[in-house]
């Protein structure tokens, strides 16, 4: 095909290198004991530690009550990503539903609405969303954690532009072979829309997975801890002559990686399948 | 099986100025094959559309058998359609496109299946029962769309268009396969064309519609003879049939430079549209003084355009015929078609026989 350029070349390795030295970096310090680390600095070389960081990392009982384990965190982290993701597709998909399918009086007025006031952050409206939440009782409760974020107007936009390309066509076929709204939705659309899914999936786990303000907010008690929020605590152990656990810290770093690594490398699959695939 | 009768039927989109249908009313017997044809925006599928029940309908009644199907669910009225974009389920294979329908009615599995087998093995499409619509090609995928019709056994198929995807070898081909299933299954069909061709070689009788409304309802031959207007005239059959500017003065037409004598007086006088079609001019000794401006082969006949006195004329000849820069043209005296030049409408005429031979005025 083409002839190799040289210069193209250099550029891509030198990216590569500039998004993976830092993961690998953090990959082999967690290997080293953290003393080590405090002497020598970083390092780019596996170290003898490995088992042993990782396993305490898991299972050891930390944080002020000794309740909580990194497995724990990781647990917390997944319910919160995954229950972002899922619950920002279901309510998004049925709002875009309602917005496209039924015509009622305006629809897209209604959508611009809803479409500007949730592109405002989260963290303009963390304390009002907070007071509801403390009022409903829902502090330290994965619903507290969760349901106050599902709104999604990214998500509604982009199933509103997906619905919006599907063939009428399609509808009317649905309509003939004798399938009510419900039907349509669960027979015809949510099938086709699987791409789309794919896609939100993986920003929203990712977006969900990363929480660091909203979690601290919502939750004291420790066995609600996210991963996110026990590095920081790792590193915050600074008392005195005591050196903090960078091995610990790197290795819960390695670990907040590996999970929405996995769902990206899996969505995507899903996702590129349907992008060439599709035909509506 | 069932009739189809409309009833005085229009529809006006909301927000819309004009009614895009008004007043139509046919009746549709059993078994039936009645194309609508019109140019691009005068109604077919609006009205095909309120038929299957996709359109509310804004006036006039719309009956399947002995039903009014106004306020009738498209799913309950009892009829299939077929989309010109095949409108396919793209995730489903061919089997399950076909079943769907079946499914949400509750049918139950083995008559589904029996009922799906046979359709497929009537359309040829047992080889591709479990592919999804993207593996197939334009022609199989239209009849995957006919399969899912079929299979249903309704009263009626209403066709939107069906074949204008195709390239045109297909479309003959599946031409002949719509023609020859609804024959064996006589089932009542409302088709839809832009297409004269297609128009005149599907129907049982014809509708050409034009803004709206109907022009005239026939069978092919006897519109393609009898055009109820000029619209009609001119919109079936190809090449159109010629209209030509002509005064009438008694029983004698006058057509620029020469004069035809009808040899009986029609009901009208002064400004009419003579129409001829371009395959009842013969070359003659004498009659209309032809110019020849270019010829276009067809293989079996050609098309020789030229003009007569200023007004374009178009006519078909035996390829074998020598065509000259100019020559002389007479016409059957029963071929010659009068209308009104300012409504367009036919103006009848007794029948007549003979040539007419025009004579210089
Ligand atoms: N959904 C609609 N809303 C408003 N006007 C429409 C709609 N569908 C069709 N029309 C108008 O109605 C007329 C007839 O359309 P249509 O029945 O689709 O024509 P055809 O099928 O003969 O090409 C056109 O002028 C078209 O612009
Ligand atoms: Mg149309």
Redesign the interface.
């Known amino acids: 095909m083409n002839r190799i350029k040289p210069f193209d070349h250099i550029i891509l390795i030198l990216g590569t290198l500039f998004m993976c030295v830092p993961v690998l970096v953090a990959v082999m310090t967690s290997t080293h004991s953290a003393v080590d680390i405090h002497m020598n600095g970083l390092y780019l070389t596996p170290g003898d530690n490995a088992v042993g960081t990782y396993q305490t990392v898991l299972t050891r009982q930390g944080g002020f009550t000794g309740q909580v384990t990194g497995l724990t965190m990781l647990m917390n982290s997944l319910i919160l990503g995954i229950g972002f993701a899922v619950g920002k597709i279901v309510l998004s998909m049925a709002a875009a539903y309602a917005l496209v399918y039924f015509r009622f009086r305006f629809a897209t007025f209604l959508f611009w609405i809803i479409f500007t006031t949730l592109l405002l952050p989260l963290e303009v409206r963390i304390m009002p969303s907070y007071q509801v939440m403390s009022s409903l009782g829902l502090l330290n409760s994965y619903t507290g954690l969760i349901v106050p974020l599902l709104a999604s107007a990214t998500g509604t936009f982009y199933f509103r532009q997906f619905f919006k390309s599907v063939?009428d066509?399609?509808l009317?076929?649905?309509?003939?072979?004798?399938?009510g709204p419900w039907?349509f939705l669960i027979?015809?659309l949510i099938?086709?829309s699987k791409t789309m899914m794919a896609a939100i999936f993986i920003i929203m786990f990712v977006y969900g997975w990363n929480q660091y303000l909203w979690p601290m907010l919502m939750t004291t008690e420790e066995r609600f801890f996210t991963l996110m929020r026990g590095i920081k605590q790792i590193l915050q152990v600074w008392i005195g002559s005591q050196i903090p656990d960078y091995n610990e810290a790197f290795a819960l770093a390695v670990l907040a990686l590996l999970p929405p690594v996995i769902v990206v490398v899996v969505f995507q699959r899903w996702f590129i399948r349907g992008l060439t695939?599709?035909?509506? | 099986m069932a009739s189809i009768t409309i009833t005085d039927v229009s529809k006006t989109y909301p927000g819309a100025k004009a009614p895009s249908v008004s007043g139509i009313s046919l009746a549709i017997r059993d078994g039936e094959l009645i194309v609508l044809v019109g140019p691009s925006g005068c109604g077919k599928s609006t009205l095909l559309r309120m038929v299957a029940g996709l359109e509310d309908i804004s006036g006039g009644e719309v009956k399947i058998g002995d039903r009014v199907v106004n306020r009738i669910d498209p799913a309950d009225r009892d009829i299939a359609m077929v989309f010109q974009n095949y409108a396919l389920y793209p995730h489903m294979t061919v089997r399950e496109n076909m079943a769907y329908g079946l499914k949400n009615r509750r049918t139950p599995g083995p008559e589904i299946e029996a009922r799906v087998t046979e359709a497929a093995r009537m359309l040829e499409l047992g080889p591709y029962l479990d592919r999804k619509p993207r593996a197939l090609s334009g022609g199989q995928r239209q009849r995957v769309a006919m399969g899912r019709a079929v299979v249903r056994q309704p009263s009626a198929f209403l066709f939107d268009e069906p074949l204008s995807n195709l390239d045109a070898k297909l479309r003959v081909t599946m031409r002949g396969e719509i023609r020859r299933l609804q024959k064996r299954l006589g089932t009542t069909s409302l088709y839809v064309t832009h297409d004269q061709l297609e128009a005149m070689t599907l129907a049982d009788r014809l509708v050409v519609l034009n803004e709206g409304r109907i022009e005239q309802v026939g069978a092919p031959l006897d519109i393609y003879l009898r055009p109820a207007s000029t619209f009609v005239a001119s919109f079936i059959g190809a090449p159109a049939m010629n209209l030509l500017d002509a005064e009438l003065d008694g029983a004698r037409l006058r057509l620029g430079t020469s004069v035809i004598e009808l040899g009986q007086l029609p009901g009208a006088k002064g400004a009419v549209t003579l129409g001829i079609r371009a395959e009842d001019l013969v070359p003659s000794a004498t009659g209309l003084p032809f110019r020849t401006d270019f010829i276009e082969e067809l293989g079996a006949q050609r098309l020789v355009h030229g003009h007569i006195d200023g007004q374009p004329l178009v006519l078909t000849l035996d390829p074998a015929m020598q065509i000259d820069s100019e020559m002389r043209l007479s016409v059957a005296a029963a071929k010659l078609h009068l209308f009104e030049t300012s409504t367009g409408k036919r103006i009848a005429t007794a029948a007549r026989s003979g040539l007419a031979v025009p004579q210089p005025a």
């Open positions: 063939p066509e399609l009317e076929a649905a309509r003939i072979d004798g399938a039907k027979d015809i099938p086709l695939e599709s035909d509506k």
